[in-house]
């Protein structure tokens, strides 16, 4: 059966609050059920608050139908324009929008730091809670305020040929997050966003959503200020059995991200069969365009912290302004990084200042560490193998470039065909372990 909005009294007209009667379409197909479809219509922009979404419906935006959010947060019931809270085979379908107008939740440009300031409150475009059987395709996530596709303790999850199209100057607004997610399948997605493009979480909860596990990201496109691919900040309960693999990582801060700052555990753990491109953006933007960065370091000085083990990197390629950095502390060593066939060309592009690595968030660590940057930089690690792998230099190599590899606190190293010379040949040796 098809729910048509119209004929719930939605007027489509972007200026009339369409929020009840698109609740009401919604309502009567969830009563039926057996994937009973609300049907926005193409041809019209549909201003909205918070939408709830329910099970056993298909939520389908025909053609060039566009959600065109409100700006006023009284028509917001949470935090979100479009939620669903234990929703069990919720598909959300079509080629229409989203239009999150981030812009006009922003107070102000900050020209010296190159972003936007947002006001007191913005929206996330959806938070989809506890769902199971859920299916995302194909529809268009456009200027979000903040976060685009939020999902929170959902299991067997699809999201496939969406597109994201963010400010890259936004900060926060992320495309894709599964947090205390399993059973998750991305696939065939482009997304523009100024913070992480995809990103595996386990966020701080009241309510227990259990673990982060069994989440495969392949064959996406990825163009972002911030990481490409990343698991955390949020680690709070474990995360583990997530697979990136065949996408390309246009533009980004750092190219592959494991950030480990909480209680749980990080652990089996692939990158596979990506190609990146990572630089440095201005300083409030974290991430100094480190190629690949793994590290584990408290949050807090008095933070639990847990361990970052069984990781794999296998045939990846990229230019990066920084390190490939593996990167324990003695609160928490990193065990068992392998890296194979991983090749990474190290140039200076940009201007901003280098010389550095980004320990944000912390404030256990200096946030920023004044430190030379090495092709490979590992400590405080146990069980580290680089196989098939080389280190090489761009044109412009600045004074701080140094060793191919260089190794502190680490035991069970192993380089099994490691190649490639120091940046300075005849300053620095090409591999250092101390």
């Known amino acids: ?19 009840e009667a698109i609740q009401k379409a919604i309502d009567a197909a969830a ?35 566009q959600l065109l959010v409100s700006t006023r947060q009284e028509d917001y019931s949470g935090e979100a324009a479009i939620v669903a809270y234990g929703a069990n085979k919720l598909t959300i379908s079509g080629t229409g929008s989203i ?31 506890d769902c199971t059987q859920l299916i995302v395709r194909e529809i ?25 199209h963010n400010n890259l100057d936004v900060p926060n607004c992320d495309g894709i997050d599964p947090d205390h997610c399993r059973n998750v399948e991305i696939r065939h997605c482009h997304i523009v966003c100024g913070d992480d493009a995809i990103v595996v979480k386990a966020t701080r909860q009241e309510i227990d959503y259990g673990l982060s596990a069994n989440i495969w990201v392949h064959d996406c496109v990825l163009e972002t200020q911030d990481s490409g691919v990343k698991i955390g900040t949020e680690t709070t309960q474990n995360i583990f059995n997530v697979l990136f693999e065949r996408c390309e990582i246009k533009t980004s801060c750092r190219g592959l991200t494991i950030q480990l700052r909480d209680e749980g555990n990080v652990e089996n753990i692939t990158f596979r069969d990506i190609t990146f491109s990572s630089s440095y953006h201005s300083d409030p933007w974290w991430g100094r ?48 990084v392998q890296f194979e066939n991983v ?5 200076r ?23 030379t940057n090495p092709g490979f930089y590992v400590r405080f690690a146990d069980q580290v193998k680089i196989s098939n792998s080389s280190v090489s230099w761009g044109e412009n190599r600045p004074d701080y470039f140094t060793h191919a590899l260089e190794a502190h606190d680490v035991t069970n190293l192993v380089l099994d065909g490691i190649k490639g010379e120091a940046a300075h040949p005849g300053r620095f040796k090409a591999i250092v372990v101390n």
């Not at 107008?101 to 107070?107: G, K, N, P, S, V």
Request: proline share 4%; hydrophobic share 40%.
């Open 1 to 19: 059966m098809v729910f048509n909005v119209m004929d719930f009294g939605a007027k489509g007209d972007s200026l009339t609050l369409d929020t």
């Open 31 to 65: 009563a039926v059920g057996k994937q009973a479809q609300v049907l926005v219509p193409a041809g019209q922009k549909y201003l909205i608050g918070t939408l709830v979404l329910k099970s056993d419906i298909d939520f389908h935006l025909e053609g060039d139908a």
């Open 99 to 129: 239009n999150g107008r981030a812009l006009e939740f922003m107070d102000h440009y900050e020209a010296e730091n190159e972003w936007w300031i947002p006001k007191s409150w913005r929206p996330k475009l959806f938070i989809l809670t």
């Open 140 to 164: 268009t996530i456009e200027k979000a305020p903040s976060w685009s596709l939020h999902m929170l303790g959902c299991e067997n999850v699809l999201v496939e040929n969406i597109n994201i």
């Open 289 to 336: 365009g480190e190629a690949i960065s793994f590290t584990a370091i408290p949050r807090l000085p008095e933070s639990k912290i847990g361990q970052i083990r069984n990781v794999r990197v296998e045939n990846v390629t990229g230019v990066a302004e920084n390190s490939i950095r593996v990167n324990g502390t003695k609160e928490s060593r990193i065990h068992n």
């Open 343 to 347: 090749h990474v060309t190290f140039n």
């Open 349 to 371: 592009w940009t201007e901003y200042r280098g010389n550095l690595l980004d320990n944000r968030p912390t404030k256990a660590y200096p946030d920023i560490e004044m430190r």
